[in-house]
């Protein structure tokens, strides 16, 4: 079967019922996604199906054919260039063992394409289903309002036509 990860196609032979995870690490070489309980309670091992976070530990790869694949390693544009809620995780220093830190920004990266703004309250109740040993939610918290204010200037700065320099004569 062929998959779609991060933009490349990966044609696979394995049992359809094999946990996406095993394939993304053992297959495509994509060791940013960690297992951690395996039974979809942790969020560890947490990737974007067609841009929804799905515990890849419990997901069939059967199921994955025909949509869109992203992992921890496919959030970068192109040219490497972080996405926003990396660069804040970098800036709120949020990591401290760093296990389960890249379910952590799957999850967060799919609230924020679905919140511009959200209230701790939406932050907390998504983020506490992903499990953090360490107890960085205070810096995870933060780190998300950082990225959507990020995210918000650049769309803003997206929207408003640049007026070139010598139309004002
Ligand atoms: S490893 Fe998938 S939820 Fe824990
Ligand atoms: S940073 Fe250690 S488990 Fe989250």
């Known amino acids: 079967m062929k998959l779609q990860i991060n933009e490349k196609f990966l044609e696979i032979d394995a049992p359809e019922d094999t946990p996406l995870l095993w394939i993304l690490r053992e297959e495509a070489g994509l060791t940013g996604t960690k ?9 560890a091992c947490t990737v974007h199906v067609n841009g929804d976070p ?14 869109k694949i992203t992992t921890i390693e496919g959030l970068p544009a192109p040219d490497g260039t972080l996405h926003p809620v990396q660069e804040a995780w970098i800036a709120e220093n949020v990591p401290q063992c760093g296990y389960c830190q890249s379910g ?11 919140r511009r703004a959200p209230t701790d309250a939406e932050i907390d109740a998504v983020m506490s289903a992903n499990i953090c040993r360490c107890g960085t939610y205070p810096r995870i918290r933060a780190a998300i309002h950082r990225a959507a204010q990020t995210m918000r200037d650049q769309e803003q700065a ?3 036509p640049q007026v070139p320099a010598d139309s004002a004569k």
Do not use: N, W, Y
């Open 54 to 67: 799905k515990r890849s530990c419990v997901l069939a790869v059967g199921d994955c054919v025909g949509k």
């Open 158 to 160: 997206h929207e408003t």
């Open 104 to 114: 952590q920004i799957m999850s967060a990266t799919a609230l924020l394409a679905k």
């Open 35 to 43: 297992f951690g309980c395996g039974r979809a309670l942790c969020g």
